[in-house]
């Protein structure tokens, strides 16, 4: 439930797919790069699968080590315009294996990826059979929110491209909207994930709540930058979304009272792809 799919050694998500219907399956599937011939194709894997994940210890094999770092920022910049979420993999805290302290190399390599536009971080040796596992999750979440903190979110704030769909034109209006005032949180209530994720692909500064009744989804979104998964009972009208919304900000005690949030998603309710409305609501 909620899993998502990397596969390796493929540029054909058809194939992928067709494997996975056989099967009575739905989810997404990322794309792992890891051979120079992925390199060539990029664009066309970007734009194919849900997602990719930059497998650098296997990349550095397949090519110059020194090459390894453009690649990654390179492969981040086309899934970030691409709306994709880019997940960075391999030996980020590899000190941390055996020692409790990582290097400062190590800290400056994960901040890189931050700032480049990282959707994820996944560590595997680390924590699968390293001595300090618990650690390595609270360094690797200290130096991920410190860094987040010094990002100049209105630099970032751009449009990606040329709004022709009006799903993009209200993400991007969403987020505008949210720096323009300077509001905190934006909410989307999404069953597919879709909404969430238009979003979160201009990286505003807010807040990105997703309120999904769909499970699946909840668990997908975890690894979308920027935005906060939370499960809630399905509502059956478009009517009920600004109590919906009020209910979930009043409950979690997110905002002082006064103080606007945007609401944003889709009619009609439960029809992935048809993100068409935005308000902004006062607590």
Not at 7 to 32: H, Q, R, Y
Not at 196 to 205: D, E, F, L, Q, T
């Amino acid at each position: 439930m909620g899993c998502i799919i990397v596969c390796p050694f493929t540029t054909d998500k058809e194939v992928v797919d067709s494997i996975l219907k056989e099967k009575g399956v739905d989810v997404p599937v990322m794309a792992k790069i890891e051979k120079w011939e992925a390199l060539e194709y990029l664009d066309e894997i970007i734009n194919t699968f849900d997602g990719v994940m930059v497998a650098r210890g296997d990349l550095g094999v397949e090519i110059p080590q020194e090459q390894v770092p453009s690649v990654q920022k390179r492969i981040i910049a086309l899934a970030n315009k691409a709306g994709k979420p880019v997940v960075i993999a391999t030996q980020l805290l590899e000190t941390m294996v055996e020692s409790p302290t990582p290097t400062r190399a190590e800290i400056s390599d994960i901040a890189n990826a931050i700032f480049e536009g990282a959707d994820a971080l996944l560590v595997t040796g680390e924590t699968a059979i390293g001595k300090f596992p618990e650690k390595v999750i609270e360094v690797l979440s200290k130096v991920v929110l410190e860094t987040e903190q010094t990002i100049d979110f209105d630099n970032i704030h751009q449009p990606i491209s040329h709004q022709q769909h009006t799903a993009d034109a209200i993400s991007h209006a969403t987020c505008q909207i949210a720096n323009d005032m300077d509001i905190g949180v934006i909410l989307t209530l999404t069953d597919s994930g879709s909404t969430a994720r238009m979003i979160a692909r201009y990286k505003p500064s807010a807040d990105i709540i997703a309120l999904t009744p769909v499970e699946k989804t909840y668990h997908q979104l975890s690894v979308i930058w920027g935005v906060t998964p939370n499960l809630i009972d399905q509502y059956s009208s478009s009517d009920d979304i600004p109590n919906v919304s009020a209910e979930f900000i009043e409950k979690n005690n997110l905002l002082d009272k006064g103080e606007h949030y945007v609401v944003t998603g889709g009619v009609p309710v439960g029809v992935p792809g048809t993100t068409n409305f935005l308000f902004v609501q006062k607590k």
